[in-house]
């Protein structure tokens, strides 16, 4: 019997189980009911307090308000470089052009890593949010490059009320034949075998997520 086995048959007898027993019924106590969402406004409230709690800044902004949004971002994060999503709504929300009249250079989504880690700002949007955790899901594509999230020193996601999901389950059924996506919560933490945390090693040092109403 190699070690596998061995630690496999140890459970076993402590359970008082055999290899042919059946297969345990889940306790009642252990199934969780799905959550159910409040009205919309206290969700995204939820949303965005997660999310400060994680260290993130947020805010509820009209399109109207984007390049001025923009402009305050590109001041207070000392924004030379931006990357974006090359997606329609981003296109309709007229980022990069915004950008680049605020001086910033913009770095296409596709240009290497090197490139990517020189930018100050990644912007994406996300396809969906769980209130309760404050965490984003964006998927990858190639319009949506997942470099852009977690490369740039900052990274600013701007969602709309309408992707916010009560919990995890219907959010898998959408991306269920998806190869890869990435969740969001908070900005990169790190911590060493001393639980030492250290924020931006493997991702970004800030996150910002914007509500467009």
Same mark, same amino acid.
């Given at each position: 019997m190699n070690a596998r086995e061995q630690i496999i048959a140890d459970v076993r007898l402590a359970l008082k189980r055999r290899t042919d027993s059946p297969v345990a019924?889940?306790?009642?106590? $252990?199934?969780?009911?799905?959550?159910?969402? @409040?009205?919309?406004?206290? +969700?995204?409230e939820m949303l965005l307090g997660e999310i400060a709690k994680l260290g993130g800044a947020t805010r509820r902004i009209a399109r109207a308000e984007?390049?001025?949004?923009? $402009?305050?971002?590109?001041? $207070?994060?000392?924004?030379?470089?931006?990357?974006?999503w090359e997606t329609r709504e981003m296109k309709e929300m @007229?980022?990069?052009?915004?950008?680049?009249?605020l001086g910033v250079e913009i770095i296409s989504p596709h240009a290497n890593k090197r490139a990517l880690a020189e930018c100050d700002l990644g912007i994406t949007s996300a396809d969906a949010a769980f209130p309760e955790t404050g965490t984003l899901l964006l998927r990858s594509s190639p319009e949506k490059p997942r470099a852009v999230s977690l490369v740039p020193r900052?990274?600013?996601?701007i969602i709309a009320p309408e992707i916010l #999901?009560?919990?995890?389950?219907?959010?898998?059924?959408?991306?269920?034949?998806? @190869?890869?996506?990435?969740?969001?919560? @908070?900005?990169? #933490?790190?911590?060493?075998? +001393?639980l030492t945390v250290t924020i931006g090693v493997h991702g970004p040092q800030a996150l910002r997520v914007w509500i467009i109403e």
């Open positions: 019924p889940i306790p009642v106590s $252990a199934r969780i009911a799905p959550r159910v969402p @409040g009205d919309a406004n206290a +969700e995204i984007m390049p001025a949004a923009l $402009a305050e971002i590109v001041r $207070a994060e000392s924004v030379k470089k931006a990357t974006l @007229g980022v990069a052009d915004a950008l680049r009249d900052v990274h600013l996601a #999901r009560a919990d995890l389950m219907p959010a898998f059924a959408e991306i269920k034949r998806d @190869g890869y996506w990435v969740f969001v919560t @908070g900005p990169s #933490r790190t911590a060493d075998i +001393e």
